[in-house]
């Protein structure tokens, strides 16, 4: 049995951690589901929650590496609407309080958008796809 790399390592570590967080408090969550899916918000929190933490499992033990890394780089590309939905909220959020802090954090949101395709990338190599 291989170890994995540390970037997947650190991607399967996000994961797990993000996973947790999902099933515990799917409250932080739920506000950033598109508008189209809030009538299923918590389930969809928690589905993601789940996924993650059997990607994470996944990515760590060598006979499942391929088909996780597969499966992570679906799901973080799934969930890249979500985070274009919380830029989005950050921004009318802003927009209307017009603070310092409210403007940084939208663009900290922007900011984590592109960050998205690296992680897909180690996903992709995780998989042997890279």
């Known amino acids: 049995m291989t170890r994995p790399d540390l970037p997947t390592t650190l991607l399967a570590s996000a994961f797990a951690a993000s ?8 409250q932080v969550f739920q506000p950033i589901v598109p508008s189209p899916l809030r009538d299923h918000d918590r389930a969809l929190v928690h589905a ?46 802003a927009r209307r309080g ?10 900290g949101t922007l900011a984590r958008l592109p960050l998205q395709w690296p992680l897909v990338r180690i996903a992709l190599r995780a998989a042997g796809r890279g």
């Open 19 to 26: 996973g947790v967080i999902h099933l515990v408090r799917p």
């Open 48 to 93: 993601s929650g789940v996924a993650e933490i059997a990607c994470a499992a996944g990515l760590l033990i060598s006979p499942t590496r391929p088909a996780a890394g597969l499966a992570s780089a679906a799901l973080l590309v799934a969930v890249f609407p979500a985070n274009v939905q919380m830029s989005i909220d950050h921004a009318r959020r």
């Open 98 to 107: 017009q603070t310092p802090q409210a403007w940084s954090s939208f663009a």
